[in-house]
């Protein structure tokens, strides 16, 4: 009777832990899913690219670091360029007419910044046509296909491309311009123009999450094996100290 009572307690005991363990590996996938979700956008925050829209596209020269480093450093000097025009027109037609009556100005700006960081090569500067991969701008996805844009390309334009939408302002001129009081001092003006820098790598941030995927998809490939790996080290622990019991 004894012995039938010390059984009858270990495998309850036996049942409790393997419980524990069901539990606890539950818990760990769930958590790890949940922790991988990203929140979902809800209707209300979309930002839509309208049919009537103009692009601003740079793509680099190669995906190496120095050539990914100059095409940031032109995307910067155009986006100064830009913002420094205000307001665009209200219509597509004008707005047109408008960006293309600087374009010039765009690539004085473009080779300006190709010149400071000593690239040995030039800027194709067009507004036009032009063919888009398929993109994501705040959780939309838009397919591949040829939409109007600014479109500057640097050297051979083999690497991974900078882009936002420019018109309407989304990004920049007006997105940034409209928000800015204007400034009365030097200290004031240098906020200014840093808060705009600010909104403009904000707001484009999503837009160009394609430029990341591949270090993204690294970076999960190598978590994976290092999370299959942890549960099976603690299966294994597991297991192990409950065979020392029975």
Same mark, same amino acid.
């Given at each position: ?36 979700? @990203? ?47 205000? /307001? ?7 707005? !047109?007419?408008?960006?293309?009556? !600087?374009?010039?100005?765009? !690539? ?17 500067? @067009? ?20 939409? /109007? ?73 190598? /978590? ?11 299966? @294994? ?10």
């Amino acid at each position: 009777m004894r012995g039938h009572s010390h059984y009858s307690f270990f495998s309850f005991a036996k049942s409790v832990l393997i419980s524990m363990v069901a539990l606890l590996i539950g818990g760990t996938v769930y958590l790890a899913q949940a922790a991988g979700r @990203e929140p979902a956008a809800s209707a209300d925050d979309a930002v839509l690219i309208p049919q009537d829209s103009i692009r601003i596209r740079i793509i680099a020269q190669s995906d190496s670091e120095e050539d990914q480093a100059i095409k940031r450093a032109v995307r910067d000097r155009v986006s100064d360029l830009i913002v420094s025009w205000g /307001e665009l027109p209200d219509t597509l037609p004008e707005a !047109r007419a408008y960006i293309e009556a !600087r374009l010039p100005d765009v !690539r004085s700006a473009a080779e300006s910044a190709l010149q400071d960081e000593k690239a040995p090569y030039g800027a194709d500067i @067009e507004l036009a046509e032009v063919p888009f991969p398929e993109k994501t701008f705040e959780g939309t996805v838009y397919p591949a296909a040829d939409y /109007e844009a600014l479109r500057i390309t640097l050297g051979d334009g083999q690497g991974a491309n900078w882009w936002c939408v420019l018109f309407p302002p989304l990004c920049l001129t007006a997105a940034t311009a409209k928000e800015e009081a204007p400034a009365s001092n030097a200290d004031e003006k240098a906020e200014t123009k840093t808060t705009q820098a600010q909104k403009i790598e904000k707001t484009s941030a999503a837009a160009n999450a394609d430029e990341q995927e591949a270090a993204a998809a690294a970076d999960t490939a190598e /978590e994976k094996p290092k999370a299959k790996f942890f549960l099976a080290v603690l299966l @294994e622990k597991l297991f192990s100290f409950l065979s020392s019991l029975f």
